[in-house]
């Protein structure tokens, strides 16, 4: 029987989906889905984002069912896993989207296609986003991104003719059978296509009225956010499918109802960074782990400190808001884009840690990891960019724009209740005698900030300015620009071009 395996990986769905549709299209088809162990213990995978993913799995196969298709989930590295079926029934083709993932995705990919090679499979990749596939520079970029947006969605046979497939899914393993020993986020968002929906369909009709304004503040964020984030990050929805259902959404909205569509409008651009930050790293993988300007390099990597980094994981740099953000990532694996870029703004400047590890870290806490936005973002916040305004967000004055009541500090940070209003922003300078009033001893119930904020960011941002200014920096602009940088405004440029003015402006004190 001449049938075609479709490997799903970050695409767990079956709406728009280009190698499923064309393998149905052309006789029976295996659907299959790999835990690859190898996958899982790559020091950016969690508990968090497998629990996500498994409960992505079991909605999968019930679409499947209803369609007369299954799952089949095999444990094993993709290439040893197909080798296998082959040699129990050869297939003529493998069909998948194409992924921008780590460097163990990309590398892993390359074995597949080498595999296929040699043994004479058809190796077929579609892309699912506007991610466009060995593309050298920027230039009309954007122009071919709106065209695959604008596309219809590719259109599924009613019914699939299925081979192969487990019975059921208690094959799927375990987080802790996979080595995964960080612990599940207790109140994480749930995986799977029937949610996502019901999310999508719940912010464009109510909560998108609240983005405009909503979405900076982690009190209101948390339901101003579209909160689709994971449901794109593993494929559960589509982005063109988001993308077209906002724009029908804008349709049929009367023309006096302005909130929602300043919200739907704000949300369509974050769509679209989407494709514009994945496709950095899609065009160099080398970003994940190294400086995007190598006159960055030396940067930070003689300055680690084990001491200060750990200050930060446990939530105790002493910065309340800081403090609070990591114990809600804990808890619910997901932050608001702000808070997300003030902790790794945080990290990169008072505590002057490299951006890996404590990417890395970030990583494992998000449910919602993607590692094209992350990475990209990752430098984008630490100023290693070349192109992008340093924006330092100090955590003293975030808390007094974004928490000015302390309802979110007090909500994260149980000690935080009994400090009074006076002291929420810095309690570390509470004189001893309220400390005993309130019964919060600092150093203790609420740690000393690890640094001295003012001293220390006042030291970063000479390292920066130092750095910058050197001509051999200033020289290497240009090039990222040409790699990389948006050409739809003034977003990304080098950073020597703007005025004393505008740099002060921007940067966020
Ligand atoms: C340091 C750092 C790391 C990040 N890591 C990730 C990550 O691993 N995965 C991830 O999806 N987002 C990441 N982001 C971007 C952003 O914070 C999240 O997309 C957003 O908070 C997710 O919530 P939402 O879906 O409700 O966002 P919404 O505001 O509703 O946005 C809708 C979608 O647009 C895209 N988007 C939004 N903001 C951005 C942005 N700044 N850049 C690129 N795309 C964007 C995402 O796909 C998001 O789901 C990161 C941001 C920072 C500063």
Redesign the pocket.
Known sequence: MRYRVVWFKRDLRLHDHAPLAAAAQDGPVLCLYVVEPGLWVQPDASARQWGFVRESLQDLDRELRARGGRLMVCVGEVVEVLARLHARAAFVAVHAHEETGNGWTYARDRAVAAWCRAHGVAWREWPQFGVVRGLRERDGWQRRRDAFMAEPPVPLPPRIHAVGGSDDLAVLPAACDLGLSDGDAPRRQRGGRREGLLVLGD?LRQRSRH?RGG?SSPLT?TSA??????Y??QGCLG?REVEQATQAQLAILPPDVTSQRLGLQG?QS??A??C??IQKLESEPELEWRNLHRGYDGLREDGWSAERFEALVQGRTGWPLVDACVAMLRETG????RM??M??SVAAYPLWLHWREV?LW??RQ?V????G??W???Q??SGTTGINTTRVYNPVKQARDQDPQGHFVRRWLPAMRRVPDAWLFEPWRMPEETQARCGVRVGDDIPRPVVDLDVALREAKARMHALRARPEVQAGEADVVRRHASRAGRREQPARRRSAAERAQQELF
């Open positions: 912010f983005y979405i964020a956010c579209s909160r689709l984030s994971p794109l990050a982005l949300f974050r769509l960074w989407h514009h930050f997901w932050l608001n884009f997300r870029a902790l790794v990417g970030l990583a998000f919602d990891y993607e590692p936005i992350h990209s973002q990752l984008m916040q």
